[in-house]
């Protein structure tokens, strides 16, 4: 509550994306939060860092340069963000470096729309000396799939360029908030949801220089609702465990270090959705609210890595998605007056 300022009194503050370390007795944390009035005016978004001790002492709090923060991860002592980071009035970085003191060390820039290093949906982390990085590849001279696709780039300390890819199966983009893995040989676990329905998730096992050892198609057709890939652990056996969303659900996924699904266990999550707030769902573009929620006054649209893309006042208009490029958002009701939020559903765009 510190870090909000005195004027949002009467503001819905939403934390949108953080990331958070505990060493020995300090905790170390990144975050931002969205500024919404009753929501009707998005007011911007404010970013923080925080390092305390585990007996609430501050040691640091400090606003962090930064515009749009796509994802935010900890690693080597330092704390690393991957978005818009203004360090003088015309220069943004794309992937900064900042010392466990909140301070700007470094940065590079990403051609957002010619190299495939692409914001989008970036997610990303550090491990073992290397930065292991993704997001949605527009580059259509990148190897993989030649249209948009999920991809890869692996870069060394230094962040020179180790691999860049996209994936070789297309239909694939960004989602979750670890997709990477390693076992102890350090082969690479990554998982990817499908772009069009969120019907399916493929996991692949690389080599440490990303030749595909095995690639594994999850398909829950059959079943109601979308599922995305959360975070990825690897296990003692050498296998890896996929931490999924499903029908607001949290599926857990055991697939073996050779590539065979070994068991599969859904657990319902607290604020688990009471059933759907508008159809249909897949959509082409309009969308009708359920009678159920006929009190909502505005439907806020966001991306599924958090950031606000629309809004609609459903007293006057209709919920319609036509103009939005295919792919998954969250369709959030509020009824405005009472400042209160009726409901979410997640909705694919064909």
Same mark, same amino acid.
């Given at each position: 509550?510190?870090?909000?300022?005195?004027?949002?009194?009467?503001?819905?503050?939403?934390?949108?994306?953080?990331?958070?370390?505990?060493?020995?007795?300090?905790?170390?944390?990144?975050?931002?939060?969205?500024?919404?009035?009753?929501?009707?005016?998005?007011?911007?978004?404010?970013?923080?860092?925080?390092?305390?001790?585990?007996?609430?002492?501050?040691?640091?709090?400090?606003?962090?340069?930064?515009?749009?923060?796509?994802?935010?991860?900890?690693?080597?002592?330092?704390?690393?963000?991957?978005?818009?980071?203004?360090?003088?009035?015309?220069?943004?970085?794309?992937?900064?470096?900042?010392?466990?003191?909140?301070?700007?060390?470094?940065?590079?820039?990403?051609?957002?729309?010619?190299?495939?290093?692409?914001?989008?949906?970036?997610?990303?982390?550090?491990?073992?000396?290397?930065?292991?990085?993704?997001?949605?590849?527009?580059?259509?001279?990148?190897?993989?799939? @030649? !249209?948009?696709?999920?991809?890869?780039?692996?870069? %060394?300390? #230094?962040? &020179?360029?180790?691999?860049?890819?996209?994936?070789? =199966?297309?239909?694939?983009?960004?989602?979750?908030?670890?997709?990477?893995?390693?076992?102890?040989?350090?082969?690479?676990?990554?998982?990817?949801?499908?772009?069009?329905?969120?019907?399916?998730?493929?996991?692949?096992?690389?080599?440490?220089?990303?030749?595909?050892?095995?690639?594994?198609?999850?398909?829950?057709?059959?079943?109601?609702?979308?599922?995305?890939?959360?975070?990825?652990?690897?296990?003692?056996?050498?296998?890896?465990?996929?931490?999924?969303?499903?029908?607001?659900?949290?599926?857990?996924?055991?697939?073996?270090?050779?590539?065979?699904?070994?068991?599969?266990?859904?657990?319902?999550?607290?604020?688990?959705?009471?059933?759907?707030?508008?159809?249909?769902? @897949? !959509?082409?573009?309009?969308?009708?609210?359920?009678? %159920?929620? #006929?009190? &909502?006054?505005?439907?806020?649209?966001?991306?599924? =890595?958090?950031?606000?893309?629309?809004?609609?006042?459903?007293?006057?208009?209709?919920?319609?998605?036509?103009?939005?490029?295919?792919?998954?958002?969250?369709?959030?009701?509020?009824?405005?007056?009472?400042?209160?939020?009726?409901?979410?559903?997640?909705?694919?765009?064909?």
């Amino acid at each position: 509550t510190g870090f909000i300022p005195s004027q949002s009194t009467g503001f819905i503050t939403m934390t949108q994306m953080s990331d958070f370390h505990l060493y020995n007795d300090t905790l170390l944390a990144a975050y931002q939060f969205l500024m919404v009035d009753s929501p009707l005016v998005f007011q911007g978004r404010r970013n923080f860092f925080l390092k305390m001790g585990l007996d609430g002492t501050v040691y640091v709090k400090k606003d962090l340069p930064v515009n749009e923060m796509y994802n935010v991860f900890f690693g080597n002592g330092k704390l690393y963000v991957q978005g818009s980071t203004d360090v003088s009035p015309f220069i943004a970085r794309a992937l900064s470096e900042f010392n466990l003191n909140g301070d700007l060390i470094r940065g590079i820039d990403y051609d957002t729309w010619g190299s495939g290093e692409y914001l989008e949906g970036s997610l990303g982390l550090w491990h073992k000396g290397r930065f292991y990085l993704t997001y949605v590849g527009k580059n259509d001279n990148l190897p993989g799939c @030649p !249209t948009d696709n999920a991809a890869i780039d692996v870069r %060394d300390s #230094s962040w &020179a360029v180790l691999h860049r890819f996209k994936l070789p =199966d297309c239909g694939y983009y960004v989602s979750g908030k670890t997709p990477f893995a390693f076992d102890a040989q350090d082969n690479v676990y990554y998982a990817a949801p499908d772009a069009q329905t969120s019907k399916k998730i493929i996991v692949y096992k690389f080599t440490p220089d990303f030749q595909v050892i095995w690639k594994k198609e999850l398909d829950f057709s059959g079943q109601s609702g979308s599922i995305f890939p959360a975070t990825l652990l690897t296990t003692s056996d050498g296998g890896v465990v996929i931490n999924s969303i499903w029908q607001s659900d949290l599926n857990i996924i055991k697939i073996s270090a050779s590539g065979e699904v070994v068991s599969s266990t859904s657990l319902p999550l607290a604020n688990k959705s009471t059933g759907p707030v508008v159809y249909p769902n @897949p !959509t082409v573009g309009p969308l009708r609210v359920l009678p %159920d929620f #006929s009190a &909502a006054t505005v439907a806020l649209v966001t991306s599924m =890595d958090g950031r606000p893309v629309g809004r609609f006042d459903v007293r006057t208009q209709q919920i319609d998605l036509s103009a939005y490029p295919s792919g998954v958002y969250a369709i959030s009701l509020w009824d405005a007056g009472l400042r209160r939020l009726l409901g979410t559903e997640v909705v694919v765009k064909q």
